[in-house]
């Protein structure tokens, strides 16, 4: 199976949105966006790697921020009527999975996924027709499509425990699409895998060689890597692990110092959980790469306060999954949870992005 820019600290450069929205447009924009919540009996359910107003004003309303399974699992069981998923395409699929009865909407139906683009339902369904010997094995970071022709779905965060679960019972796998999690899965289980060739455009860019010159600069900084990341920046990690596994590491290891290698959303939780504490970006950019997303997804700042208060005042932007689909990503994805309570593991981490 088979980039830097100059580091910076969180508190000292802030995150910007793809909307450029000034401070007294905001305030407007925030309270015009809970009197709509209220009116339309709907509550916000935002990404780790949403912008920072959205995830703060999700805090205000009583609404949640997680990782994308949470963020469906949440709505399920919340009252409301209607529930607004700031985030990437795929998330929303699987809030409507998860509760076909309400209905879901998104900040902006364009806003979608590199695994999710780079794993086509039909190519996907050849490539296991090709192999019917394997168990398919897919990252939540994927189509209700693609979903529905696996057996399990996974989260970072539980993604080990299952193909370990899986090669014990001498099954091979065939697993996609993030090929970087899947090496680190494989490395980790010794389990046969055959990996689709996908990655996301974010973890991609970390570089190894880079972070190691930045781990030079900083020797105190403990370094928290995502798994989507490539195998020489897994390799120098402290702690590798699902957004959720970062961001409790931040919280509770006694250093005072961070490198972190995911989205650059997640520092706004961080910075709220260990306030005291440095954070800085692991580097993708610099003498051996190019910067194309510099540690932020470009659809996932698609998400703004302008773009939620017009979907609440159009009612548009509704996700709709075939029922026929969404039963059978149902099945894998209920496997996967019924697995992790059977364990009593949490199954965070799909953030995946």
């Known amino acids: 199976m088979q980039v830097t820019k100059a580091p910076r600290a969180f ?10 929205v000034g401070p007294e447009e905001a305030a407007a924009l925030r309270v015009r966006a809970r009197e709509l919540l209220r009116a339309e009996d709907a509550v ?4 780790y790697y949403t912008e920072p107003e959205i995830q703060s004003l999700a805090d205000e309303t009583g609404g949640f921020i997680s990782d994308s399974l949470e963020m469906a699992r949440f709505g399920a069981d919340h009252p409301a009527s209607t529930l607004v998923v700031a985030g990437v395409r795929f998330m929303g699929e699987t809030a409507k999975i998860l509760t076909p009865h309400k209905r879901v909407l998104m900040l902006d139906l364009e806003a979608t996924c590199s695994l999710d683009d780079g794993c086509p ?31 399990w779905v996974v989260t970072s965060s539980i993604a080990v425990d299952v193909v370990r679960h899986l ?3 001498g099954e091979k796998i065939l697993w996609a699409p993030d090929k970087h999690l899947g090496d680190y899965v494989r490395r980790e289980t010794g389990a046969d895998m055959l990996c689709w060739e996908g990655s996301c455009i974010v973890h991609e860019e970390f570089k190894g060689v880079e972070l190691e010159r930045m ?53 706004y939780k961080m910075r709220e959980a ?18 194309v997303s510099c540690a932020h997804c470009p659809w996932m700042a698609m998400n703004g306060l302008r773009s939620l208060v017009r979907t609440l005042e159009r009612g548009d932007n509704e996700i709709h999954v075939d029922p026929d689909v969404a039963a059978k990503a149902r099945i894998s ?10 364990r009593a593991r949490p199954v965070l981490g799909a953030g995946d992005a």
């Open 274 to 291: 260990a306030p005291d504490k440095e954070l800085l970006e692991a580097p993708t950019a610099g003498r051996s790469a190019t910067c």
């Open 121 to 151: 339902p039909d190519e996907f369904s050849a490539f296991c027709d090709a192999h019917p010997d394997r168990t398919v094995v897919v990252y939540a970071n994927t189509s209700a499509a693609v979903k529905a022709r696996a057996d």
């Open 333 to 342: 994805l209920q496997r996967m949870m019924d697995f992790a309570k059977a």
């Open 215 to 267: 781990r030079r600069q900083y020797p105190d900084a403990r370094v928290l890597v995502h798994p989507e990341s490539p195998r020489a920046v897994i390799e120098q990690a402290d702690v590798v692990g699902s957004t959720t596994k970062l961001l409790a590491a931040v919280r509770e290891m006694p250093e005072r110092r961070f490198i972190v290698a995911t989205d650059a959303g997640i520092f």
């Open 167 to 169: 090669h014990e019972r």
């Open 44 to 47: 916000l359910v935002a990404h």
């Open 11 to 20: 508190k000292e450069e802030p995150f910007t949105s793809a909307e450029q």
